[in-house]
Structure formats: C-alpha cells, structure tokens
Nanobody, 123 residues
Framework: QVQLVESGGGSVQAGGSLRLSCASS????????LGWFRQVPGKEREKVAT???????SAADSVKGRFTISRDNAKNSLYLQMSNLKPEDTAMYYC?????????????????WGQGTQVTVSS
C-alpha cells in the first residue's frame, strides 16, 4: 500500500521559514517524479514544485527563489524548504508521487497523494 505522510507545517510570520517533509512507503520512490502542491479552500490546486529522480527541479514562478524542493532517495523522503514566506503562501500543502519508468517528470498525473499539512503565514 502506497503511503505519503507530510509533516512540518505550522504557523509562521511573514518573512519566516518552514521545512516540509514527506515520507513515502509502499512503492519504488526512487523511480518517481515527486512534487509539492498546495490548495486554498475554494481555489484550484496549484503545483508548487517537482523533482525528478536525477534531482532536476521545476518550480512555480510564485515561489522561485524562495522555495527549494529536494529529495533523499535513500530515505524515501521529499522536502520543501520554504523561505521568505508570504501570507499568500497560506494553504494546505500536499506531497504527491508519480511513478516514472524513466525517472523524469513527464506527466501532470500524480496517482499518489499525502493527507496534507497546513501552512499559515500571518502578516
């Protein structure tokens, strides 16, 4: 059974930092595209950042220069270092995984999701 479990969310003031973690089990994490998404009630889910098996990353324009996605394949873990947080970063953050035969991120279909961790940034 595939499981993704996020942690590290919380409340922080604008300008602060948080580090989200996602522990995975039940599948070959190494050959997967991994990603962080976020969603605010009433709005569409937004892709924050993705990382492929080789460490290649992609990030939304809204977080470039502030958020860094990384992974540790040996620990089956995914991370999101968030710095200079803004109130508009407030959302539920989800990690997701998309098994990939090549190890690259080539699809927007992510079959596996965590339960989410709340991030709240106050001004």
């Amino acid at each position: 059974q595939v499981q993704l479990v996020e942690s590290g969310g919380g409340s922080v003031q604008a300008g602060g930092s948080l580090r989200l973690s996602c522990a995975s089990s039940g599948f070959t994490n190494r050959r997967s595209c991994l990603g962080w998404f976020r969603q605010v009630p009433g709005k569409e889910r937004e892709k924050v950042a993705t990382i492929n098996m080789y460490g290649g990353t992609s990030a939304a324009d809204s977080v470039k220069g502030r958020f860094t996605i990384s992974r540790d394949n040996a620990k089956n873990s995914l991370y999101l270092q968030m710095s200079n947080l803004k109130p508009e970063d407030t959302a539920m953050y989800y990690c997701a995984a998309s098994p990939s035969a090549t190890g690259y991120c080539y699809t927007d279909i992510f079959p596996h999701w965590g339960q989410g961790t709340q991030v709240t940034v106050s001004s």
